[in-house]
C-alpha cells in the first residue's frame, strides 16, 4: 500500500502563492493532483510522470506549475495567482500505470489518495 502525505496547504490573499507538496512512501511512475471545492465533485489539477512529463488541466494553465522530484518519490504544486475560486481541499495521488489523460484523467483512475491539504484564497 503506496501511502501519500501532503503538506503546504493554507490560507493566502488572492493574487499569492502557495506550493504543495507530496511523498510517496514508495516509487510509483504516476503521481497527480486533484482538487474538491466546497459542495463540487473531485477535479483533475494535473499529472507527472517517472520520466519527467508533467501536465497541469487547461483550467489553470499558465498559473500552476507541476513538478517532481523523482529521487525522493515527491510531486510539487506550485500555484501562482490565486484566485478565492481555487479554495478547496487539494489531494494527492499515484498509480503504478502511466498516468490517465483526457477523459480517463479521473479520480477513480487512481488506487493511492493522500489525505488531503486545504487551500483558501481569501480576497
Known amino acids: 500500500q503506496v501511502q501519500l502525505v501532503e503538506s503546504g496547504g493554507g490560507s493566502v490573499q488572492a493574487g499569492g502563492s502557495l506550493k504543495l507538496s507530496c511523498v510517496a512512501s514508495e516509487y510509483t511512475y504516476c503521481m497527480g493532483w486533484f482538487r474538491q471545492a466546497p459542495g463540487k465533485g473531485p477535479e483533475g489539477v494535473g499529472t507527472g510522470e517517472g520520466d519527467g512529463t508533467t501536465t497541469v488541466v487547461n483550467s489553470v494553465k499558465g498559473r500552476f506549475t507541476i513538478s517532481r522530484d523523482k529521487a525522493n518519490n515527491t510531486l510539487y504544486l506550485q500555484m501562482d495567482s490565486l484566485e478565492p475560486e481555487d479554495t478547496g481541499m487539494y489531494f494527492c495521488?499515484?498509480?503504478?500505470?502511466?498516468?490517465?489523460?483526457?477523459?480517463?484523467?479521473?479520480?477513480?483512475?487512481?488506487?493511492?489518495w493522500g489525505q488531503g491539504a486545504q487551500v483558501t484564497v481569501y480576497t
Open positions: 495521488a499515484a498509480r503504478f500505470a502511466p498516468c490517465p489523460w483526457g477523459e480517463a484523467f479521473i479520480r477513480s483512475a487512481f488506487a493511492f
